[in-house]
C-alpha cells in the first residue's frame, strides 16, 4: 500500500482543480457539478484536498460535514436529512484525516450503534431467509437506511471507515460486520449487493460490490488465505478483462492493493484508470468519481491502511 | 396571454418543498389525477393490445404509433418527456431490462411528435454500478445515438414530498428525483416479467426504480420492509405516470425479475392508466389481476381499474395472445382461469 509511481498522462494537479473548481457555496460537494452538496462526494473530495494540501477549501468543505452532524451523532445524506445513512462512513473518513476530533468521536459512536434489521428477524425469518437466500441473517453488518436490512456494500464501506478511523479491529461490530461479508460470498468468486442465492439459482457476483468488500477486508486484515478472499480476488482478475466503470476501476485498485495477491496487478490498474481521465481533469466529470480516482491513484493509505504498511 | 401551467419542479420552486409537502396530494399530485371515479355504466379505460412480432425497427414504429393513435395517450408537443424503462439488472442471455430497442423506436415517435427535451432515467435497484449497466444494456449508446439525456436517478438531486395517503411510517413522504419532478410527462416502458416477490412486475412495480438509492438503498430495502403492494400504491399514488408501454415482444417468465427465462408474446400493451394496462398485461400473461396483491389494492385506492368491464381493449383480444407464463409454485394461484 502507498503511493503509485506517477504516470505520464495522469494530472493529480487537474484533477485537485477540478474539484476545487466545482465546490459549491455551502461548502459541499455534488456527485456531479452543480448538483447538491451530500455528504458522500464531500467526503471523499476532502480527503483529496487534503491528499493536494489545499487548506482553505478544506475548512468550508468541513463546515458543510460538521452542519449534517446530528445532535445523536448521525450523519445523513445532506444537512435536511432527518436520519443517519450509509452516507456516515465519508464524513467519518473526512472527521479523521481532518483532525476534527469531536465530530469524529460522536459519528464514530453513532456509527456503532447504527443497526441493520437483523435483531429483529424472528428465528422464523432467520429460518426461510437461511432457505431461500442462503445467507445467516442473525449477523449483524450495516443497513444503507435506518431500519433495514445490512448489505455487503454499506458494511463494507462503515469496515473501511472505522478502521481508517482508528478503532480496534477486534471490536465487536467490525468483527461481525467481517462475518457478514464472508457469509454473503456469491459460492463461485466475488459479491453482489447481498443475496448470494436466490432459491435455487446462485445469484452473479458485480464488479463494484466484489471490491468494496475485498478492500474492507483488507482493512480488516483477514489474510488473503481465506477462501472468500483468494475467489473474490480471482473474480476481479477475470472481471479485468472485460469492460469496467470508472468506479469499479478504483475500487478494484483500492481493494487489489490490499493483498499481495493481488498487488502485482495494481500498476496496470492505475495506469487504465489514468487512462480515462478527461481533459477537465475530472472523471466523467462526477466528482464523487474524480475524487476516488485522485485518492487511489494518489495513495491508497487514505483509505485503506495495511497494519504495518502505508502511513 | 395564455399562462402556461406550471411544471412539477416549478411548483416546488415556486411553493418550497415544505409548503408542497403540506399539501395532500399536491399539485405534482398525482394520484387525484391519476384516480378514476368509482363505478361506470361502461368502460372508461382505454388499453391498447398492439402485436409486435420482434425487435424490427420497422415493426415497432408501426405498433408504437397505431397504440398510440388507438389509446388515450399525452400530449407531447414542446413537452419535457423522461421515458423510465425497466433495468432491474442486466444479463447477456436473460431479457431483464426493457429492450432498448424499443426505447429507441418511442425515442424517435416522440421526436415525430414534436417533445421538445426527451430523457431516459432509471435508478438500478440491485447494481448500483450504473455506469456499467447503462453501457452493458445499450441504453448509453442509444443516448448518444439519438442525443437524449440519460440520467442515473439514485444519485439525482431530490426533494421531499409528502405520500398523498401515508399510512406507514417508512413512506410518509418519498424523496424524488428531480428528474422526476420536472418532467412534464412520465412514461413507464416496463418489461412484461413475473416476480419472485410481486407475481409480475409491469408499469407500477416499475416505479421502484424512480426512488433513489442513495436514500432507499440498494435493493431500495426500505420498500420492502414497507411492504411491496403498500409501496407501490404509494408511489404510484404520488407520483403519476402519464403513459405506460409494456414490452411484451420478449417477456420473462418463471423465476423474475433477473433469473427467469425468455418468452415470445409479440405484444405490447399501452395505455395512459397505468393499473389498467397492468391489468391487461396480466391477462394477456395468464394471471388474474384481482388476484395480484398491488394490483387489487390499486383498485380499492382509485388508482384505476382493474376491472375487465372498465377497461375497453383496443387492438388484439386478449384471448388471441394470452401466453400462460410459468409462474413459481408461491404464485401458482394467480392463474386466470382459460375462457
Known amino acids: 500500500m502507498g503511493p503509485i509511481k506517477p504516470m505520464p498522462n495522469l494530472s493529480l494537479a487537474r484533477a485537485l482543480d477540478f474539484i476545487k473548481a466545482n465546490q459549491n457555496p455551502d461548502g459541499g460537494w455534488g456527485y456531479r457539478p452543480g448538483g447538491d452538496s451530500l455528504v458522500e462526494p464531500t467526503g471523499l473530495c476532502l480527503l483529496a484536498l487534503k491528499a493536494g494540501g489545499d487548506t482553505a477549501a478544506m475548512a468550508k468543505g468541513r463546515d458543510f460535514l460538521k452542519a449534517c452532524l446530528k445532535e445523536s451523532g448521525a450523519v445523513g445524506i445532506n444537512p435536511r436529512d432527518p436520519e443517519g445513512s450509509w452516507m456516515a462512513y465519508a464524513a467519518l473518513l473526512a472527521f479523521d484525516a481532518l483532525g476534527a476530533g469531536s465530530e469524529e468521536s460522536r459519528l464514530r459512536d453513532w456509527i456503532l450503534g447504527f443497526e441493520d434489521a437483523s435483531s429483529r428477524f424472528t428465528p422464523a425469518d432467520i429460518k426461510a431467509i437461511a432457505g431461500d437466500y442462503r445467507y445467516d441473517a442473525s449477523i449483524r453488518g450495516w443497513p444503507w437506511t435506518l431500519n433495514t436490512t445490512g448489505w455487503v456494500e454499506p458494511t463494507a464501506l462503515f469496515i473501511i471507515a472505522l478502521s481508517r478511523a482508528g478503532v480496534p479491529l477486534t471490536e465487536k461490530r467490525i468483527k461481525s460486520g467481517v462475518d457478514l461479508i464472508l457469509d454473503r460470498r456469491v459460492p463461485s468468486g466475488g459479491w453482489n449487493f447481498g443475496n448470494p442465492y436466490s432459491k435455487l439459482h446462485e445469484l452473479e457476483a458485480s464488479v463494484m460490490s466484489t471490491a468494496i468488500a475485498l478492500a474492507a477486508l483488507g482493512a480488516a486484515s483477514v489474510p488473503e488465505s481465506r477462501p472468500a478472499v483468494g475467489a473474490g480476488i480471482r473474480f476481479l482478475t477475470l472481471s479485468l478483462a472485460g469492460d469496467i466503470s470508472t468506479a469499479s476501476l478504483a475500487w478494484t485498485l483500492l481493494a487489489l492493493e490490499s493483498f499481495p495477491a493481488g498487488a502485482s496487478q495494481a500498476a496496470a490498474i492505475a495506469a487504465r484508470l489514468a487512462g480515462l481521465q478527461a481533459a477537465d481533469g475530472s472523471f466523467r466529470r462526477n466528482l464523487f468519481e474524480t475524487s476516488l480516482a485522485f485518492i487511489v491513484l494518489s495513495d491508497t493509505a487514505i483509505l485503506v491502511r495495511t497494519p504495518g504498511k502505508g502511513r | ?339
Open chain 2, 1 to 339: 396571454m395564455t399562462k402556461k401551467p406550471m411544471t412539477r419542479r416549478e411548483v416546488v420552486r415556486v411553493l418550497g418543498t415544505s409548503v408542497l409537502s403540506a399539501l395532500p396530494a399536491a399539485a405534482l399530485a398525482a394520484g387525484r389525477q391519476q384516480s378514476v371515479k368509482g363505478s361506470v355504466s361502461g368502460p372508461l379505460l382505454q388499453v391498447a393490445l398492439v402485436p409486435c412480432p420482434d425487435y424490427g425497427p420497422e415493426n415497432l414504429a408501426a405498433a408504437i404509433r397505431a397504440g398510440w393513435r388507438s389509446s388515450r395517450p399525452p400530449d407531447v408537443r414542446n413537452k419535457r418527456v423522461v421515458i423510465k424503462p425497466n433495468m432491474v439488472d442486466v444479463s447477456s442471455d436473460r431479457p431483464i431490462h426493457t429492450d432498448p430497442r424499443l426505447v429507441e423506436a418511442l425515442v424517435l415517435h416522440l421526436g415525430d411528435l414534436g417533445a421538445r427535451e426527451i430523457i431516459l432515467a432509471e435508478g438500478t435497484s440491485h447494481n448500483r454500478d450504473s455506469e456499467s449497466l447503462f453501457r452493458r444494456s445499450g441504453y448509453e449508446a442509444l443516448s448518444k445515438r439519438r442525443g437524449i439525456f440519460l440520467i442515473d436517478l439514485n444519485y439525482d438531486d431530490i426533494s421531499p414530498v409528502k405520500c398523498v395517503n401515508p399510512r406507514a411510517t417508512l413512506l410518509k413522504e418519498l424523496y424524488l428525483p428531480e428528474t422526476i419532478l420536472s418532467a412534464d410527462i412520465l412514461i413507464s416502458v416496463p418489461k412484461m416479467k413475473t416476480h419472485k416477490l410481486a407475481g409480475i412486475t409491469l408499469s407500477m412495480k416499475n416505479m421502484f426504480g424512480i426512488l433513489p438509492g442513495m436514500k432507499y438503498g440498494w435493493p431500495k430495502n426500505t420498500l420492502h420492509w414497507n411492504g411491496i403492494p403498500l409501496s407501490i400504491c404509494e408511489i404510484n399514488g404520488t407520483v403519476k405516470t402519464h403513459y405506460s408501454i409494456v414490452d411484451g415482444v420478449v417477456g420473462m417468465e418463471g423465476y423474475g425479475p433477473v433469473m427467469g427465462t425468455p418468452r415470445k408474446v409479440g405484444v405490447l400493451v399501452m395505455g395512459d392508466n397505468a393499473l389498467a394496462v397492468d391489468a391487461t398485461a396480466a391477462r394477456v400473461m395468464g394471471v388474474d389481476p384481482a388476484h395480484v396483491d398491488y394490483l387489487a389494492m390499486a383498485h380499492k385506492i382509485k388508482l384505476g381499474s382493474l376491472r375487465r368491464e372498465d377497461i375497453a381493449v383496443i387492438g388484439e383480444k386478449i384471448e388471441k395472445v394470452r401466453a400462460d407464463f410459468v409462474l413459481i409454485p408461491e404464485y401458482s394461484l394467480l392463474r386466470a382461469p382459460k375462457g
